[in-house]
């Protein structure tokens, strides 16, 4: 049976390598699932934790314990107990956790020891007496170097006397020297020896491992450090010591160790130890990564919700040509079902063999689709925008129980297409497979309108949703991914778009044969009767080049609006390219000193030519900007507001702003502005919520108390960088809204009112905005405030979820242009296959070849070209609907601009040129399997 099955298989070899393909792609997408997002998402923690090692110069995989002990501890108290048991948990911590630890350190101090230099005499004790800390640091001598002396030797030395070593800050602040010997008069060893220390180094850090020093040891600023043998030498069990012991132990575990698997139990386990503390007074426990953990659960849900929906239209696309190609080649073998049947094969041997028939394609599918996957997974991972990648550090996949879960699926949906329509066909005898084939009633769906149905379903979707845009914003602000309803809302609109092309393409088809149903000529005449009399067999390759063409449009403007209005939204909030504020100096002490009210706030301006003339910058410009001003008029009380005082030409050519966010260019509000020195723009919220009008004069004052006066003449919406709406958290996450207001003046203008006063500068690079750093290094210079649109713009595009739509977009959209191009070849050379008899005829009536060319030609356009443009117009009105609805999915919490529905003509192009080139190569391929059809063997066959 399965030498019977391969020669079926290669007497349709072409059908069969397109379900191959179809059911590769269809495994490699749905194993590349689960493959990438676990991906992405270890790619998203462990950069998270690296983050915060070069922004805070500690490592955030660190938990830390504290206990303390006071003066005369007994052992049986509970507090000793807990002293002893939080040293336990540190050396326990990472096993409980189940990951390695770079580093546990205990540092344990001695509290406010009294030391006094050798040889001092006893009435002057007192006056010569250091006070410090006396402790040991685990490791301490494997992780430093020696600046003078040597390090310390363990225990109690022959003569007694106990060996410690400084930092350097400690060795100036205590005023010792190595070499120096000091007696303890409150402590005494365990054998009640009297306690002498020598100081014999002073070290630093080795700088070999950043990650052991949690700080620097320059912080050590009091402290002596010995061994740990001869710290216990003198601490014993820590039980009745006169000076108060305080316990350090940091836990600093390997992040790299912390995966997707085990990041909740490490969050989980992290809240179990901080609540189990609450009730220990006198000890605490902190970690630095409960932050990112926590940040990685709520994001990690988000991503994942989100990349799976977005898939969705593929697997269904998938799923859809699977389901054709597998009907087409059941379709095809039909009559030979009957055959097989009506000489004895049983229904269960006939199932058989497209059992194993769809098992060896699926066998295959899985061999070359999950490897296919690994590859995806890279592609996903350096999509930058949509049909856009960068070289990013490859992703690390690993192939998982869910990774081969999510194959298999795919490979038994193959199968199932193929062994469904085998089993309705092999119930059916010769007579039977007769009669369905010269019945041509509609299809149930069309009878009981499930087209109408479900548009009515997406379209009902649409309009629920509209009225819940503020929910929606909400959800996603609390960290809820994309709605699948919502997505799922636009699929069906697409099926049902699809659906009601096979309505309309025939009646379309109809209307103009009959308009010119006595002037076509015998080739157009007897074209348009093929089309409308074989409208079942359309009915596939019409759905499915609607259906395709409309995702693929619709995938191409969900990523380019998502792209394009998060990076307006950035350009918008920035203001320009950078934005810096430098540190300047000024006489707040003097102010804050100054007890009769008489001594003003006063500036010292740094030099600010150095940006115009910076190599890079394109256009600067200064730009006042106090965020805690107040305005007044005469109706209305003391307000605070936002004022900008601006040069307006450098500020026009400098900031970016959108043109259409104005009812008029805001060049013509600049130019306003710039007709009289004390004309300033407003908030339009000002208007609405103040009562301002044009013409009115109001008083701004700044947070230093300058004041100044203005004519409004103008009401803005929107101006770069200025958003209408503060948004304050509270601490149990209540979100509150409070209006914005905004002064806008000359810069000159209100300088001369308030004097110096700290100005920020607005810079539009030439190029990129790498400049701005090497400067920064090279002068030392630092900031008070700085942005850099083009770093936040590559931040977001390194977001897990931006780089998953874009690639996941991308590589559908890549999808739909091959399952479009296989489907529609498959399709057009199978209809003439099944048309040779047909042919044949009209060649022996004398048809000549350029009429059957034209006849084909005029199938060409009725079909596939109306399908094309139903298809192209389904994506368009798809997009215009439902992509407001998923940006909402995107946006951030500070979005000000509206949202636009973005659309790159290359795009549609692409897609369009596609599909012609498709067109070109079927008609040179049917045409020439045409022109091979020799009459005589054609109509042999019709007589047999």
Avoid at 688 to 699: E, R
Avoid at 805 to 817: H, K, S
Wanted: aromatic share 10%; glycine share 6%; proline share 3%.
């Amino acid at each position: 049976m399965f030498k019977f099955v391969l020669r079926k298989m290669l007497n349709k070899k072409w059908l069969v390598a397109a379900l191959l393909i179809g059911n590769v792609l269809l495994t490699a997408i749905a194993a590349s699932s689960p493959m990438y997002t676990r991906a992405s998402l270890q790619r998203m923690l462990t950069t998270a934790f690296s983050d915060y090692v070069e922004e805070n110069g500690r490592y955030a995989s660190t938990a830390y314990l504290v206990a303390t002990l006071n003066e005369g501890a007994r052992p049986e108290g509970a507090n000793h107990t807990n002293f002893l048991a939080e040293d336990a948990l540190a050396h326990d911590m990472a096993s409980r956790l189940g990951i390695e630890a770079r580093h546990v350190l205990s540092n344990i101090s001695l509290e406010n020891v009294s030391l006094v230099p050798a040889g001092i005499e006893e009435t002057q004790e007192k006056d010569a007496a250091v006070t410090a800390r006396v402790g040991w640091l685990s490791g301490l001598e494997d992780h430093s170097k020696m600046l003078s002396g040597r390090m310390y030797s363990p225990g109690v030395g022959e003569d007694g006397v106990i060996e410690a070593v400084v930092s350097e800050r400690a060795m100036v602040g205590l005023r010792v020297y190595v070499g120096e010997e000091f007696t303890v008069n409150k402590l005494t060893l365990r054998d009640g020896s009297p306690l002498k220390i020598r100081i014999t180094g002073v070290f630093e850090s080795d700088g070999l491992d950043d990650s052991y020093w949690y700080k620097s040891p320059a912080t050590f600023t009091d402290k002596l450090f010995m061994s740990e043998s001869s710290f216990k030498a003198i601490v014993g069990d820590y039980s009745g010591l006169p000076v108060k012991v305080i316990g350090l132990w940091f836990v600093i575990l390997d992040y790299n160790r912390i995966t997707v698997d085990n990041a909740r139990y490490i969050y989980d386990s992290d809240a179990e130890f901080r609540l189990f503390h609450k009730s220990r007074t006198n000890a605490s426990y902190y970690s630095y990564y409960t932050d990112i953990l926590e940040a990685y659960i709520t994001d990690s849900a988000r991503i994942s919700v989100t990349l799976r929906i977005l898939q969705i239209p593929i697997y269904a696309l998938l799923a859809a040509f699977i389901f054709m190609v597998s009907g087409q080649i059941v379709g095809l073998e039909s009559s030979e079902i009957a055959v097989i049947k009506s000489r004895g094969s049983s229904r269960r041997q006939i199932l058989l063999i497209y059992l194993l028939q769809s098992s060896v394609i699926a066998i295959v599918s899985l061999a070359l689709g999950i490897p296919l996957a690994a590859l995806i997974c890279q592609i996903l991972g350096s999509a930058n925008a949509f049909l856009e990648f960068v070289s990013r550090k490859a992703l690390k996949v690993e192939f998982t129980s869910a990774v081969f879960a999510y194959a298999a699926a795919g490979a038994v949906l193959s199968v199932a297409a193929m062994v469904i329509p085998a089993f309705r066909l092999a119930k059916m005898s010769i007579v039977g497979q007769k009669q369905k084939k010269r019945n041509s009633d509609r299809p149930l769906w069309q009878r009981l309108f499930l087209d109408v149905i479900l548009l009515a379903v997406s379209l009902y979707g649409l309009y629920t949703y509209n009225g819940q845009k503020e929910l929606l914003a909400l959800k996603v602000e609390e960290g809820a991914g994309l709605d699948p309803l919502l997505f799922l809302s636009s699929s069906l609109f697409i099926i049902a778009c699809g659906l009601i092309s096979l309505r309309v393409i025939p009646a379309v088809v109809w209307l103009i044969y009959r308009i010119g149903k006595k002037r076509w000529t015998p080739a157009l005449y007897a074209s348009f009767l093929w089309v409308l009399r074989s409208k079942g067999s359309q009915r596939n390759i019409i759905a499915f080049l609607v259906i395709t063409l409309a995702i693929g449009i619709f995938n191409a403007q969900t990523a380019r609006t998502v792209n394009s209005n998060e990076e307006d939204r950035i350009r918008y909030t920035v203001g320009t390219d950078i934005v810096l504020e430098e540190r300047w100096k000024s006489n707040i002490e003097d102010v804050a000193e100054d007890e009769t009210g008489t001594v003003r706030l006063t500036y010292y301006e740094p030099d600010s030519r150095k940006y115009y003339e910076m190599e890079g910058a394109e256009l600067v410009t200064r730009v006042i900007y106090d965020g805690k001003a107040s305005c007044a008029s005469a109706d209305n009380k003391w307000t605070s507001v936002t004022v900008m005082g601006i040069n307006t030409k450098e500020f026009g050519q400098a900031a970016y702003f959108k043109t259409k966010l104005m009812p008029i260019h805001w060049y013509k509000y600049l130019n306003a502005m710039a007709r009289s020195p004390n004309a300033v723009l407003v908030s339009s919220n000002m208007a609405k919520k103040l009562g301002y009008k044009l013409g009115d004069t109001i008083t701004y004052q700044s947070a230093g108390g300058f004041n100044s006066q203005g004519i409004i003449y103008g009401f803005v919406d929107y101006w770069p960088s200025y958003n209408p709406t503060v948004r304050t958290t509270a601490s149990d996450g209540t979100v509150s809204e409070k209006d914005n207001y905004l002064v806008v003046a000359n810069f000159s203008y209100v300088q001369s009112r308030w004097g110096v006063t700290p100005y920020r500068i607005w810079m539009r690079a030439a190029e990129d905005t790498d400049f701005i750093y090497s400067f920064i290094a090279e002068n030392d210079i630092s900031f008070t405030y700085f942005r850099d649109s083009t770093a936040e713009i590559i931040e977001l595009k390194n977001d897990p979820i931006y780089q998953g739509t874009n690639g996941i977009l991308t590589v559908g959209f890549a999808v739909v242009l091959v399952l479009c191009s296989v489907g529609f070849l498959i399709y057009w050379v199978m209809s003439i296959r099944g048309r040779e008899l047909l042919f044949g005829i009209f060649r022996a009536m004398g048809m000549t070849m350029r009429e059957i060319l034209q006849m084909l030609i005029n199938e060409q356009i009725f079909i596939t070209g109306i399908s094309v443009l139903l298809g192209v117009g389904a994506g368009l009105l798809a997009s215009r609907l439902y992509i407001p609805l998923v940006q909402i999915a995107y946006a951030d919490a500070d979005t000000v601009i509206p949202l636009e529905i973005v659309s790159l003509p290359g795009d549609l192009a692409r897609l369009l040129i596609v599909v012609a080139a498709v067109i070109v190569v079927c008609m040179i391929l049917l045409g020439t399997l045409i022109r091979r059809i020799k009459i005589s063997q054609a109509l042999k066959l019709g007589e047999e």
